[in-house]
Nanobody, 115 residues
């Protein structure tokens, strides 16, 4: 059974930093693209960042160098280090594992940026 378990969400002031971590099943860790998406009420879920099985990374346009995604195949984690957080980054962040045939989602973790 594939499981994606997020942790690390919380509340931070504008300009602050947070690191989100996703524990992934070994089955998907090596052959799936792993990433983070986010969603706010009334909006579609959008890509924050993902890293494929070859280590290629893609970020959403809004990231603008503020976030860094990394995966650790020993710990079976994919982390999202976020800095320079803005109020507009407030959202539920979801861990994702995908390939051309299927995808899996975590339950999500809330990130709130507020002064």
């Amino acid at each position: 059974q594939v499981q994606l378990v997020e942790s690390g969400g919380g509340t931070v002031q504008p300009g602050g930093s947070l690191t989100l971590s996703c524990q992934v099943s070994e089955y998907v860790s090596r052959i799936y693209t792993l990433g983070w998406y986010r969603q706010t009420p009334g909006k579609e879920r959008e890509l924050v960042a993902h890293v494929d099985d070859k280590g290629n990374v893609k970020y959403g346009d809004f990231v603008k160098g503020r976030f860094n995604i990394s995966k650790d195949l020993t710990k079976l984690t994919v982390d999202l280090q976020m800095s320079g957080l803005e109020i507009e980054d407030t959202a539920v962040y979801y861990c994702n594992a995908s390939n051309p045939l299927r995808q899996y989602w975590g339950r999500g973790t809330q990130v709130t940026v507020s002064s």
